[in-house]
């Protein structure tokens, strides 16, 4: 397969020739890298059948999942580091007072962003627009330790069946040199740099105003690379841009009801091929990625419960599904349940489950409930455990207070004795 074939003939909504002066350098079904001697830095196209919503609306939401899953992939880069050139243990016998040798085994063996929660990979978001059609341009790191930086700036393009990531990489030659540099320009006379490094911000050593002095710096180049890309009339037709923001609540026919998802939510027709044809799943993405963040609601094909045992056996049904979820990657996987009535005093159950996917822990919670013709339905997130329990319970349970059943995919409705008849 070839992503490149794939954007010469528009098949994901774009279309794309790259300019003659890129070097092709790989060339596979998702992704495809490029050379650029010119701007020094290497090109990626990528795409995700994920749809990542750029709504102004919800500006400061994007903002916050960015910095969770820049985080999550910055954390995981750093894994991987570890795992090529494992981290040896400080020895005993070193001269080292144990404050000192908690610090140096902290700086080795855990990423910047769990040293320091208020630090982020994020160096800057921008709105632009290529063609008219909004974009969304991100910076951020993937590395950032002694001898060790490497950058990303991403123009994202969201799409109807996906997104295309337009994206510059650089790793640098030399690290540290903006930092000594803000060192040296502050440092008073008979001061210790090192008391100095520690009053310099983030925000001072990415300050644009030094990219000219720095030219060679990654984030430099990743800048101007950028600005290039964006002001240059590339051959780059946006065929299927994302279409605005639907209105709420969405008519869901697949799942025979309306809701109101919570926000930054699409519709992901991708995902959508792939399950129950009366299951519609949403997603919220922004940088690719190992973890999603997903919403759905599902109306449970082939089953009808009825009689004064509903609640419990709904629950046997939700058990025995969400154990499913962890049967090929944890068999421990965590259940948990309680009675939730969505109205009118009809059977429900909300559960919670915990469970592992490649390693990585994450967790869903769940309304299943009945309606008055025995038909079953849940509405269900789940999510890494970035995302707290309580933050996904409070999704769910606004979401599902906002749930209607279309009228023509009610079977007619039996008299209340009959519903809970035995």
Excluded at 13 to 25: C, E, I
Excluded at 270 to 297: E, H, N
Excluded at 312 to 341: C, K, N, T
Excluded at 380 to 407: K, Y
């Amino acid at each position: 397969m070839s992503l490149l074939a794939d954007l010469h003939a528009g098949s994901h909504g774009l279309q794309f020739t790259p300019p003659s002066s890129w070097q092709l350098d790989a060339d596979e079904d998702e992704f495809v890298s490029f050379r650029d001697a010119t701007h020094r830095v290497d090109w990626y196209l990528e795409f995700s059948p994920l749809i990542v919503d750029l709504s102004a609306r919800h500006d400061e939401l994007l903002r916050e999942d960015l910095r969770r899953d820049t985080i999550a992939v910055f954390e995981s880069y750093f894994e991987m580091a570890k795992t090529k050139s494992p981290i040896p243990p400080v020895e005993q016998g070193v001269d080292l007072d144990a404050v000192t040798r908690e610090t140096v085994h902290n700086l080795l063996s855990l990423p910047r962003t769990k040293r320091d929660p208020n630090w982020s990979p994020v160096v800057s978001i921008e709105r632009a627009t290529i063609s008219d059609v909004p974009v969304l341009v991100v910076i951020h790191r993937l590395t950032y330790s002694a001898g060790d930086e490497l950058i990303i700036g991403r123009i994202v393009i969201s799409l109807e069946q996906g997104t295309i990531y337009l994206s510059a990489l650089r790793r640098a030659d030399m690290t540290g040199v903006r930092e000594s540099f803000l060192v040296i320009t502050r440092q008073q006379p008979g001061e210790d740099g090192d008391a100095g490094l520690s009053e310099i911000s983030q925000a001072m050593i990415d300050d644009p105003t030094l990219d000219e002095g720095f030219p060679d710096h990654p984030l430099s180049a990743i800048r101007r690379a950028l600005h290039w890309a964006l002001t240059t009339p590339l051959d780059l037709r946006i065929r299927s841009p994302l279409s605005s923001e639907p209105e709420t609540p969405m008519t869901l026919p697949r799942s025979g009801c309306s809701i109101t998802p919570p926000p930054r939510f699409r519709v992901c027709p991708a995902m959508a091929a792939k399950m129950d044809s009366s299951l519609t799943p949403f997603i919220r993405a922004t940088v690719p990625q190992g973890g999603s963040y997903g919403f759905d609601v599902w109306r449970v094909p082939s089953l009808s419960i009825k009689g004064r045992q509903a609640t419990q056996r709904l629950r046997r049904i939700a058990e025995e599904h969400m154990r499913e979820w962890g049967r090929d990657g944890d068999p421990a996987v965590e259940f948990e349940w309680v009675e939730y009535s969505i109205r009118d005093g009809l059977p429900g159950v909300s559960t919670y489950v915990s469970f592992h996917v490649h390693g990585q822990r994450n967790h869903a919670v769940a309304n299943w409930f009945v309606d008055h013709d025995g038909t079953v339905f849940r509405v269900c997130m789940a999510g890494s455990i970035s995302r707290s329990r309580e933050e996904l319970t409070t999704a769910v349970n606004d979401s599902t207070g906002t749930w209607q059943r279309l009228p023509e995919d009610v079977r007619p409705r039996s008299p209340w004795w009959n519903l809970f008849a035995s």
